[in-house]
């Protein structure tokens, strides 16, 4: 299949760091230095970080996102916020079934799948997790559990809207450990995905489809990760909080 038809996607999932103030400092020096990106640059931030992240990041390239949202438009859920609520104010990407989200406050597959179904109702570009824990990788049973956590996740989602989707593996043994997927298990994964989006579309919507690949990528490791012809981007979290890292990322992504 030819890569030349998908544009890479580089994602900074600040996950839960950064006051405002910091925010707009961070945005600030990453600006400057991504402005020339040949793929696109998405930063997901905190809740209280968006509205500065949207004023900082006005008149760049760079898009803002947020890091989860509820399916309900509105109602009775105490700490959550809303699709609708995201799309009101302009934000354009969000995540959903981070590991830490499945690992740490019960995401589910049925949650995840209904939080995508919510965002793409509302118009947002959605970065959908999946990936495998160590043991389930040892017991050989990660290309399995990785094509049902997407099959889940897309029931419902048409064809069409698989524009506005994006799926990134993430291993859970890769993520915050400095321990990254050698870029042949990265690749063999998001290469299941994409047999996962051709039998579940068709060949032309799995040639289309962009895969990341998260997991401690680096200024140093990303250049052979994005080099490999299924991995299309990276969802990138303690990377993305340093802007000079964060810009080779995506220097790599844009010559990969
Ligand atoms: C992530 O949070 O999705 C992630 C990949 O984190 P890190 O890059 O720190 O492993």
Redesign the pocket.
């Known amino acids: 299949m030819n890569k030349a038809v998908r544009k890479a996607v580089i994602a900074g999932?600040w996950?839960m760091n950064k006051t405002p103030a910091e925010a707009k400092e961070l945005l600030n020096a990453i600006a400057p230095l991504v402005k020339d990106a040949g793929c696109d640059v998405v930063a997901c931030v905190p809740y209280v970080d968006l509205q500065t992240a949207l004023e900082a990041t006005a008149g760049t390239n760079i898009k803002i996102g947020a890091e989860n949202c509820h399916w309900e438009p509105s109602g009775a859920f105490t700490g959550e916020i809303s699709a609708d609520m995201l799309a009101a104010m302009g934000v354009e990407y969000v995540i959903t079934g981070?590991?830490?989200r499945r690992t740490y406050f019960g995401d589910t597959d049925v949650t995840v799948q209904k939080r995508t179904r919510a965002a793409l109702d509302k118009g947002l570009t959605v970065i959908v997790?999946v990936g495998e824990y160590l043991e389930q990788r040892e017991q050989g049973i990660t290309a399995e559990l990785v094509a049902m956590q997407t099959k889940i996740a897309l029931q419902g989602v048409s064809k069409e809207e698989l524009a506005r989707v994006i799926i990134?593996y993430?291993p859970v043994w890769?993520?915050?450990?400095g321990r990254t997927a050698t870029a042949e298990q990265a690749n063999e994964v998001c290469a299941v995905i994409r047999g996962v989006i051709k039998d579940l579309y068709d060949a032309e919507a799995a040639e289309k489809m962009v895969i990341q690949y998260?997991?401690?990528?680096?200024a140093k490791n990303a250049a052979e990760l994005l080099a490999q012809p299924d991995v299309d981007g990276?969802?990138?979290?303690?990377?993305?909080l340093k802007p000079a890292d964060f810009a080779e990322i995506v220097k790599a992504a844009t010559v990969g």
């Open positions: 999932n996950k981070h590991s830490e997790c990134a993430e890769a993520i915050g450990t998260g997991g401690s990528m680096n990276g969802l990138i979290g303690g990377a993305s």
